[in-house]
């Protein structure tokens, strides 16, 4: 009976330690835009990140996701702008783990039940990606990403490849503009 909650208590430890460093995306667009015109981009503002080697690699990612789809990188005009914007944070998690159950137990006595609660606290850092029209300024298309931060920078790196892989995986959006 106690293993088993033992074990249930690390079940949920890990559970709770997985949701905590899952990736999450949020992806929307302006259904209307005519996104099969734009082939042209230019970065309006380059990120700024604490991390002083993220900024470029965040670039290089979004180039390269841009240029597999036909995209071209322009110095003077473009079709569209973007933007990039870094932030992090710390987080947190509660690990609550019981032991013991309150009720009455063996000759009647009443024992209590004692709960344990463990808080961890861990970076998380967040990339939007913004990408504007270049005639009319407005928004035409917008990427997030947020996940938990490692001390390792390389472990950091290959999360920032794989966030924005999966942002730009579905771009650019069919619209009723590109669809005919």
């Given at each position: ?56 690699r ?31 944070r710390?987080?947190?998690t ?65 999360k920032?490849?794989k ?15 590109s669809?005919?």
């Amino acid at each position: 009976m106690k293993t088993s909650r033992v074990l249930l208590g690390i079940c949920l430890g890990l559970a709770i330690a997985c949701s905590a460093s899952a990736q999450k995306l949020f992806i929307d667009y302006d259904h209307k835009a005519p996104f099969s015109d734009y082939r042209t981009y230019k970065w309006l503002r380059k990120p700024q990140s604490p991390d002083p080697f993220m900024a470029d690699r965040i670039v290089e990612a979004v180039n390269a996701q841009l240029s597999a789809r036909g995209w071209h990188e322009s110095r003077d005009q473009a079709d569209v702008g973007i933007t990039a914007n870094v932030a992090t944070r710390r987080a947190r998690t509660v690990e609550r783990f019981y032991s013991g159950a309150p009720g009455w137990g063996w000759r009647w006595r009443w024992r209590p039940g004692y709960v344990t609660t463990t808080v961890n606290s861990y970076p998380m850092g967040s990339l939007v990606i913004d990408i504007f029209d270049a005639k009319d300024k407005g928004i035409v298309w917008r990427g997030a990403a947020t996940q938990a931060l490692s001390a390792n920078p390389d472990k950091n790196t290959k999360k920032l490849s794989k966030a924005v892989e999966k942002l730009f995986k579905k771009f650019p959006p069919q619209t009723a503009e590109s669809r005919g």
